[in-house]
């Protein structure tokens, strides 16, 4: 093949040397790296677009990645990579063995560890030229608008509405542009917020998040590995698009994909039926933020100290968990589907909701307090009690 059809085969001269062995095959290659590494973006300021300049705008930038799982660990590799010169990275969680089919920037050595350490020393051993500066606990509606201010864009990694929500409301404030992608078994979706006036924000879209029963994560709906790491590629691809000005950047419609299908849509969102209607993103966004910042989450090491301060338990979780699981102590049994519609009668008080993982229990509590019930939703949920139990 000749001409500009051909495929081009992007090969690179290195010092290989191979382990010969008695059956005629290499097992072991060995590359040879000069002692002190200097990155080679050759390959990529090769383009028109990028060259010389765009690189230095990418060495210039600063992106923070929300969650180094299996949407963040493509982004976070291909931003290093890319020469990308500072990256955030917030993540509180450890590394487990049901992570690694999807979550490949680790191996099996690295389980029980915290997986924002982890990122960071993939990123120094990938391009020891990118400064990493890492957050080992979620952002909280009172300092994500300080912290998004000191970034130039943020990608949201994580299978957390509530951060999600919380990061598009702190993009919208800050004017910070915010790459968003979720995963469901097979397929995924992905959107620009570009946090200018006039432009969608997630809330255009949705403006209440759905309840964690209703969402699901990988966790409880299964994924495959390569569902979010496709997902993630196309983050990490938007994000260098807007940092380098590359066409088609900051498109806010709603994509698409299907990987079984092999499909991928554009949806466009309609601005004009969105937060307009009330207000506008900045005013929605604010008042979203407001509500956040009044913190519901508590902390305790067992129900018993729970029931012993006079708070009224409430189960929330679906009646085949509660019988596979039932609480130590007396509380009431109410799904969360069904909170935000059930007679108030039963809470007087104090109210502590719980759940499996916590989410659930956040959520519902946010939806008592706006029916005026002082509630509040155990950190962690149950599993986060019997880790402490197992610690003790």
Not at 170 to 177: D, Q, R
Not at 337 to 353: K, M, Q
Not at 366 to 388: F, M, P
Request: aromatic share 4%.
């Amino acid at each position: 093949m000749e001409g500009d059809t051909a495929w081009v085969a992007c090969t690179h001269a290195a010092h290989i040397e191979a382990d010969d062995h008695p059956d005629g095959h290499s097992h072991e290659s060995h590359i040879h790296a000069p002692s002190t590494f200097t990155p080679d973006y050759s390959r990529q300021t090769r383009l028109r677009d990028v060259g010389d300049t765009g690189q230095a705008k990418l060495a210039a930038a600063r992106v923070l990645v929300i969650g180094a799982g299996g949407l963040g660990c493509p982004v976070i590799s291909y931003l290093a990579g890319a020469g990308v010169g500072t990256l955030g990275i917030v993540d509180d969680d450890v590394l487990e063995a049901s992570n690694l089919h999807r979550q490949v920037m680790y191996d099996a050595r690295d389980i029980g560890q915290r997986k924002v350490g982890l990122a960071a020393r993939r990123v120094a051993a990938l391009n020891p030229a990118v400064k990493v500066q890492t957050f080992a606990e979620p952002l909280r509606a009172d300092t994500i608008a300080d912290v998004f201010a000191q970034f130039d864009l943020v990608v949201e990694c994580t299978d957390d509405l509530g951060s999600r929500y919380l990061a598009n409301d702190a993009a919208v404030l800050t004017g910070t542009p915010l790459i968003l992608a979720s995963v469901y078994q097979y397929e995924g979706q992905l959107q620009v917020v570009s946090a200018l006036p006039g432009h969608a924000c997630l809330r255009c879209l949705w403006p209440e998040p759905p309840s964690p029963a209703l969402a699901g994560s990988c966790a409880e709906t299964g994924v495959l590995g390569p569902v979010p790491g496709v997902l993630g590629t196309l983050q990490a691809m938007e994000a260098l698009k807007l940092l380098l000005g590359l066409p088609g950047a900051g498109d806010s419609s709603l994509q698409l994909v299907d990987l079984l299908e092999g499909t991928r849509q554009r949806l466009p969102v309609d601005v004009a039926s969105g937060c307009v209607l009330h207000g506008g993103c900045t005013v929605v966004a604010q008042r979203a933020l407001d509500a956040a910042m009044v913190d519901i989450d508590r902390r305790f090491d067992d129900l018993a100290d729970v029931v012993a301060r006079g708070f009224v338990v409430v189960d929330v979780r679906d009646a085949d968990e509660i019988d596979a699981s039932p609480l130590p102590v007396a509380s009431l049994c109410i799904p969360a589907s069904e909170i935000a519609t059930c007679p108030l009668g039963p809470f007087h008080g104090d109210v502590l909701l719980v759940c499996a993982s916590g989410k659930r229990s956040h959520h519902a509590a946010r939806q008592l307090r706006q029916r005026g019930v002082e509630a509040y939703s155990l950190v962690g949920g149950l599993n986060a009690l019997r880790y402490s139990a197992v610690c003790a």
